[in-house]
Nanobody
């Protein structure tokens, strides 16, 4: 099992910044990639950014140039700059072990961007 715990959410004004963190524990061996997802009220969960075990990063178009994903051993981070009200959502950490078809999720952290 893998346990994921997010932190760093909060309330920020438009144009501001937040840094989210995700701490992984448990049997982390075999994690191929880690990602951030978000879910706004009334909307489906959507992929924000991914970092592979090789360090390759990918971003959704709506965050390119504003968000940066990084990983250091058992911790993943999402630096969010130039935040917009539409970035308001619960942000979830995800870890994938693709070889065994397993996905793990954190409990989520709320981000609210005021206009």
């Amino acid at each position: 099992q893998v346990q994921l715990v997010e932190s760093g959410g909060g309330l920020v004004q438009a144009g501001g910044s937040l840094r989210l963190s995700c701490a992984a524990s448990g049997i982390i061996f075999g994690i191929n990639s880690m990602s951030w997802y978000r879910q706004a009220p009334g909307r489906q969960r959507e992929l924000v950014a991914t970092i592979t075990d090789g360090g390759t990063t990918t971003y959704a178009d709506f965050v390119k140039g504003r968000f940066t994903i990084s990983r250091d051993k058992n911790t993943m981070a999402l630096q969010m700059n130039s935040l917009k009200p539409e970035d308001t959502a619960v942000y979830y950490c995800n870890a994938a072990k693709t070889r065994i078809g397993r996905n793990y999720w954190g409990q989520g952290t709320q981000v609210i961007v005021s206009s």
